[in-house]
């Protein structure tokens, strides 16, 4: 597994999403009473969609923040007094924010396939983690947790408190495939000088009426995105689902 993993990701197991994902997961499976073709739906899953998807949003944090620090390196070193000051400017900014949400969106997907598995669900699209904005009343992973482990069970409060930044993901990549509609298109702002002071890159929904967010506040999200996985199985290990 480990050689299958190195030539599939591309990434040492010296990678936290490797070692955490795959390695650990894998030592989980063995612990359950998990019928061994759902083990080995489990384990391919995670091989070939939740471990590549995370380590792209992986790949897409470690440059902007190898590129962020560069830019303000660069800033502060610039000769004092000039009469000119360049301004940081992280020229792939766009296309990387616009990539992390497709990649981030796309594992919450593929993580709906996890759910059903553990549990029988038939969860399908990444929404289904959150409740319903319409009218229509549907079970989503919220309510199933609830429901199903207890609102006080550290399974249930470890998916509360990740969804914020799961809702803002989902929001953000709709506000990129539907910029013409509700909720209007996603705002992303370059470094800016203003008033003599150096504004790092944000990005927000105007018509929604969000606060400006830097985009480390989300992009870090990749490390709460793999704690979604590893954390859950831990406390599923020899519990509840199919894995008992």
């Not at 993993?5 to 650990?24: E, F, S």
């Not at 070939?48 to 995370?54: E, H, N, R, T, Y």
């Not at 766009?94 to 593929?110: G, H, I, P, S, V």
């Not at 009218?135 to 969804?163: H, M, N």
């Amino acid at each position: 597994m480990p050689f299958a993993a190195a030539k599939i990701l591309d990434h040492g197991t010296t990678n936290p999403i490797v070692a955490r994902l795959l390695l650990q997961t894998t030592d989980i499976m063995q612990s359950c009473n998990t019928m061994r073709d759902v083990q080995d739906e489990i384990l391919g899953l995670c091989m070939k969609s939740l471990a590549p998807g995370l380590l792209r949003c992986w790949d897409i944090r470690e440059r902007y923040e190898a590129e962020f620090q560069w830019q303000i390196e660069a800033y502060k070193n610039q000769l004092p007094h000039a009469q000119m000051i360049q301004a940081p400017w992280i020229t792939t900014l766009d296309q990387d924010c616009r990539n992390f949400l497709y990649e981030a969106k796309n594992f919450l997907r593929d993580l709906m396939q996890l759910f059903n598995l553990l549990y029988g669900t038939k969860f399908e699209d990444a929404s289904d983690y959150l409740p319903p904005k319409g009218k229509k009343p549907k079970t989503f992973v919220l309510s199933f947790a609830e429901q199903t482990f207890g609102p006080t069970d550290p399974r249930t409060i470890f998916l509360k408190k990740l969804a914020p930044d799961v809702d803002r993901i989902i929001t953000y990549r709709n506000s990129v495939e539907h910029p013409k509609g509700r909720l209007g298109p996603l705002e992303i702002r370059n470094f800016e000088l203003k008033d003599g002071k150096l504004i790092e890159p944000c990005w927000w929904r105007p018509k929604a009426r969000d606060p400006n967010k830097p985009v480390k506040y989300v992009v870090d999200a990749t490390d709460e995105l793999l704690r979604l996985i590893t954390e859950h199985a831990k406390q599923e290990a020899g519990k509840a689902g199919n894995c008992n």
